[in-house]
């Protein structure tokens, strides 16, 4: 067992885990946040996506002890008190969910892409930068109207790689 201790949603926490332990188990089992999905365990699907030191990450493909002494977000960390981010009000506003599933993994995809591209984005980048994030309930559609929509208005200017 070993320690792992981060930061995450902005609050230190610490937890005994196996070596072999993945992040989004560590998330999910070691403290409690339910929030990021386990979906095909195989990095295929996206439902897992969480922000680790502001970038988006496949967490069932990382190990919690590589994220140790990191800042995490999860989709729980998004929020700000009774207000949604931007993202997760605009795939609300544009019903770009269905049964929900994937929708944290999208989000954690769509804020970390804006970031990146600012207001800059377009369809065709949206949809390219999607392809590691699988719904199978909307087509699409509405998620990437939901994101250019959320870019739009946050008008974030791109971040530095």
């Given at each position: ?62 190990l919690a ?14 929020a700000t ?7 997760q009000a ?72």
């Amino acid at each position: 067992m070993t320690t792992v201790s981060m930061t995450v949603n902005g609050r230190q926490v610490s937890a005994d885990v196996e070596d072999r332990t993945l992040l989004v188990d560590y998330l999910r089992n070691a403290i409690s946040l339910t929030g990021t999905h386990v979906g095909c365990d195989t990095s295929q699907c996206g439902a897992c996506v969480v922000h680790v030191d502001g970038r988006a990450v496949k967490s069932c493909t990382m190990l919690a002890v590589q994220a140790a002494g990191s800042s995490v977000t999860t989709i729980e960390g998004l929020a700000t008190g009774d207000e949604l981010h931007p993202v997760q009000a605009a795939f609300r506003e544009h019903h770009g969910l269905q049964c929900g599933f994937c929708t944290p993994g999208m989000i954690m995809t769509a804020v970390d892409m804006i970031r990146r591209h600012g207001g800059q984005l377009d369809e065709a980048t949206v949809r390219h930068e999607l392809e590691g994030n699988i719904c199978r309930c909307t087509g699409y559609h509405n998620i990437v109207k939901a994101i250019l929509d959320a870019a739009a208005k946050m008008q974030m200017p791109a971040a530095a790689e």
